[in-house]
Nanobody
């Protein structure tokens, strides 16, 4: 069993930055692929960024060059550094973990979800 606890969300002006953290409990965190998903009001959940157990990363086109996902296996934590934020980045951001090689865009492969943290970007 694994619990994921997100932190770092908040209200920021367009062009600003936020850093989300996701602390994981349980064993063998290093073996999980981790991801950040987001869901805006009235929209479907989307995969924002993912990092494999080996450290390979992938990003949604809408955040490439602005967001960076990273992991610290010694701290059982995954991060999402968000720069040059836009109002369309607003939503609830969820941390996710899977024993599969990567996080699927559908979210069907996810074994564990965090409770979510709100990110609001004002124009």
């Amino acid at each position: 069993q694994r619990q994921l606890v997100e932190s770092g969300g908040g209200l920021v002006q367009a062009g600003g930055s936020l850093r989300l953290s996701c602390a994981a409990s349980g064993r063998d965190f290093r073996l999980n692929a981790m991801g950040w998903y987001r869901q805006a009001p009235g929209k479907q959940r989307e995969l924002v960024a993912t990092v494999t157990s080996g450290g390979s990363t992938n990003y949604a086109d809408s955040v490439k060059g602005r967001f960076t996902i990273s992991r610290d296996n010694a701290k059982n934590t995954v991060y999402l550094q968000m720069n040059s934020l836009k109002p369309e980045d607003t939503g609830v951001y969820y941390c996710a973990a899977t024993g599969n090689y990567y996080c699927q865009a559908s979210g069907l492969s996810i074994d564990y979800w965090g409770q979510g943290t709100q990110v609001t970007v004002s124009s």
